[in-house]
């Protein structure tokens, strides 16, 4: 089977740090308490908002390291200098 050994390493290492990040995203989610200021709840949306669209980037990023993975597999590598192709005229 034809690997491309280098797409499959930078794939697997976007789906590692998609994850790690994502994992740490999760840990660091704003919270609420009672009694909050209409400032404070203003903060903590957009802190929400900000922590979703950080979560959704990492998300993208695991899903091009799967893609890349997956492409991985069927990739074939140029040779420098490899066999030519010979054209055959038919015969007549």
């Given at each position: 089977?034809?690997?491309d ?20 995203l999760t ?7 009672t009694g909050?200021?209409?400032d ?9 908002r900000?922590?979703a669209?950080?979560k959704t ?28 192709k010979i ?6």
């Amino acid at each position: 089977m034809l690997i491309d050994k280098r797409m499959i390493i930078v794939g697997i290492i976007m789906i590692i740090a998609g994850t790690v990040i994502l994992l740490y995203l999760t840990e660091i989610t704003p919270i609420g308490k009672t009694g909050m200021t209409e400032d404070e709840k203003l903060n903590l949306l957009l802190a929400e908002r900000e922590n979703a669209d950080y979560k959704t980037l990492s998300g993208i990023l695991i899903g091009f390291g799967f893609l890349l993975v997956l492409i991985s597999f069927g990739a074939r590598r140029k040779r420098k200098g490899g066999a030519k192709k010979i054209e055959k005229k038919p015969s007549q």
